[in-house]
């Protein structure tokens, strides 16, 4: 069973941090690009940070400069340091990936993604 699960996520103070960590498990042959996404209530899912198979990042405009997206190959782990936390920040934190899954002899890309997790930026 291949699968992605995030945690970290929590009630955190305006101008706090929080780390989101999203492990992948399961018959995995490599890990491509990883990724964030969130959802607030009643909105869109948006893109927030990506971090390539080379290390390459991207971030949202929202959130360069405060977020930071890593990520451990060894350990099949991605993770999104969030500093200095707004209220705006407040949603469901997805973890995405692009995944090649061993598939009988073979394997295979898909494309995964995990449960979320919820942050809460709140006085």
Known sequence: QVQLVESGGGLVQ?????RLSCAASGSIFSINAMGWYR???????EWVATITS???T???DSVK??????RDNAKKLAYLQMNSLKP?????YYCNAELA???GGGRQVNDYWGQGTQVTVSS
Do not use: M, N
């Not at 305006?14 to 929080?18: R, Y």
């Not at 400069?65 to 890593?70: D, N, P, Q, Y």
């Open 14 to 18: 305006p101008g706090g941090s929080l």
């Open 65 to 70: 400069g405060r977020f930071t997206i890593s």
């Open 101 to 103: 899954v061993v598939v």
């Open 39 to 45: 959802q607030a209530p009643e909105k869109q899912r």
């Open 58 to 60: 991207h971030y949202a």
């Open 88 to 92: 705006e920040d407040t949603a469901v």
């Open 54 to 56: 080379g290390g390459y």
